[in-house]
């Protein structure tokens, strides 16, 4: 049923275990087999936009807290909000576009009989789905085509075709966890616009088997690293997850919502409370980081900068 947070059933399909088969990829597997939506069919596409409704819980608004929010009419905020989820939305079908390149990748020379490389194709299709999931639900909220500046999408190019192992692993379980944290929110909140507390629950539910599979292989792509490997690729993942989290708020959106774009941009960079939101729900992330030995010194100074530590 359109709009229903009740998952579609499909029938596990057997495994062949292989030499390069991993219990976590068989386990996630038949997560996938028992727990999977069909975005087309479980979002109401069809019901027109009810502009009552935020697009996402207002204390996560990059102005909320701010004097300028307090000037903002309740309509004034419900757009802006709208317009913030869309551009995070969008923030993720270009990072998932990276994600599943560098999974595709990686998985190239494996058996294909064996539970991982089976999990990674699941993996990308279930991106896939999100990616659509996420441009319709970007459109629906009235929104352009939001993407990061010309620059941090060609150091994206750049990345996928060169990150691997824990570099390409962990930068994945970054940008999966600080979406997660948001969306958690946002598909408890009655005061969000339905059809996107469906779509954030959708993705929390099968983004938790991919945050999984990252953790297992950051973990496992480490063992035996030396100091000066994870010194580069601490280095190269807090890049990345800075240019990342700075791009999801395009700045686009403050002038689509009606709103001084070089105030709200001022008020969005002193933002203390949008700060403070970020490093809490970042905290579980951080300590992941800090227990596989990515959090160096210079690692640190970007996290910083990106507000999550």
Same mark, same amino acid.
């Given at each position: 049923?359109?709009?229903?947070? /009740?998952?579609?059933?499909?029938?596990?399909?057997?495994? *062949?275990?292989?030499?390069?088969?991993?219990? /976590?990829?068989?386990?996630?597997?038949?997560?996938?087999?028992?727990?999977?939506?069909?975005?087309?069919?479980?979002?109401?596409?069809?019901?027109?936009?009810?502009?009552?409704?935020?697009?996402?819980?207002?204390?996560?608004?990059?102005?909320?807290?701010?004097?300028?929010?307090?000037?903002?009419?309740?309509?004034?905020?419900?757009?802006?909000?709208?317009?913030?989820?869309?551009?995070?939305?969008?923030?993720?079908?270009?990072?998932?576009?990276?994600? *599943? *390149?560098?999974?595709?990748?990686?998985?190239?020379?494996?058996?294909?009989?064996?539970?991982?490389?089976?999990?990674?194709?699941?993996?990308?299709?279930?991106?896939?789905?999100?990616?659509?999931?996420?441009?319709?639900?970007? *459109?629906?909220?009235?929104?352009?085509?939001?993407?990061?500046?010309?620059?941090? @999408?060609?150091?994206?190019?750049?990345?996928?075709?060169?990150?691997?192992?824990?570099?390409?692993?962990?930068?994945?379980?970054?940008?999966?966890? /600080?979406?997660?944290? @948001?969306?958690?929110?946002?598909?408890?909140?009655?005061?969000?616009?339905?059809?996107?507390?469906?779509?954030?629950?959708?993705?929390?539910?099968?983004?938790?088997?991919?945050?999984?599979?990252?953790?297992?292989?950051?973990?496992?792509?480490?063992?035996?690293?030396?100091?000066?490997?994870?010194?580069?690729?601490?280095?190269?993942?807090?890049?990345?997850?800075?240019?990342?989290?700075?791009?999801?708020?395009?700045?686009?959106?403050?002038?689509?919502?009606?709103?001084?774009?070089?105030?709200?941009?001022?008020?969005?960079?002193?933002?203390?409370?949008?700060?403070? @939101? @970020?490093?809490?729900?970042?905290?579980?992330?951080?300590?992941?980081?800090?227990?596989?030995?990515?959090?160096?010194?210079?690692?640190?100074?970007?996290?910083?900068?990106?507000?999550?530590?």
């Amino acid at each position: 049923m359109a709009g229903s947070t /009740v998952p579609s059933k499909a029938h596990p399909s057997k495994v *062949q275990d292989s030499p390069e088969g991993d219990d /976590v990829a068989r386990r996630l597997l038949g997560s996938a087999a028992q727990l999977a939506y069909d975005p087309a069919t479980e979002v109401d596409w069809e019901t027109p936009l009810d502009k009552e409704f935020h697009g996402a819980s207002p204390e996560w608004s990059t102005l909320y807290g701010t004097p300028y929010w307090r000037e903002l009419t309740e309509a004034q905020r419900k757009e802006l909000t709208r317009q913030e989820a869309a551009s995070v939305a969008s923030t993720g079908i270009w990072f998932e576009m990276i994600l *599943q *390149q560098m999974v595709l990748r990686d998985i190239y020379m494996k058996d294909p009989a064996g539970a991982e490389f089976q999990w990674a194709l699941t993996e990308i299709a279930e991106e896939c789905r999100h990616s659509i999931m996420f441009a319709r639900g970007a *459109q629906k909220l009235g929104a352009p085509h939001y993407r990061p500046r010309r620059g941090v @999408m060609e150091l994206g190019r750049a990345f996928k075709t060169l990150a691997f192992g824990e570099a390409a692993y962990a930068a994945i379980l970054v940008a999966e966890e /600080v979406l997660d944290v @948001m969306q958690r929110d946002w598909m408890r909140d009655e005061r969000v616009v339905p059809f996107v507390r469906t779509i954030n629950n959708i993705h929390v539910v099968e983004e938790s088997r991919h945050m999984k599979f990252a953790r297992e292989e950051t973990l496992k792509r480490l063992e035996g690293a030396g100091w000066a490997r994870r010194q580069i690729n601490a280095f190269v993942v807090a890049v990345a997850s800075y240019f990342i989290v700075t791009s999801m708020v395009n700045p686009e959106v403050y002038r689509r919502a009606g709103l001084d774009r070089k105030r709200a941009l001022a008020a969005a960079k002193g933002n203390e409370h949008h700060k403070s @939101m @970020m490093r809490s729900s970042c905290s579980g992330l951080m300590d992941f980081l800090a227990s596989a030995r990515l959090l160096t010194k210079p690692a640190l100074a970007f996290y910083k900068r990106a507000n999550l530590i």
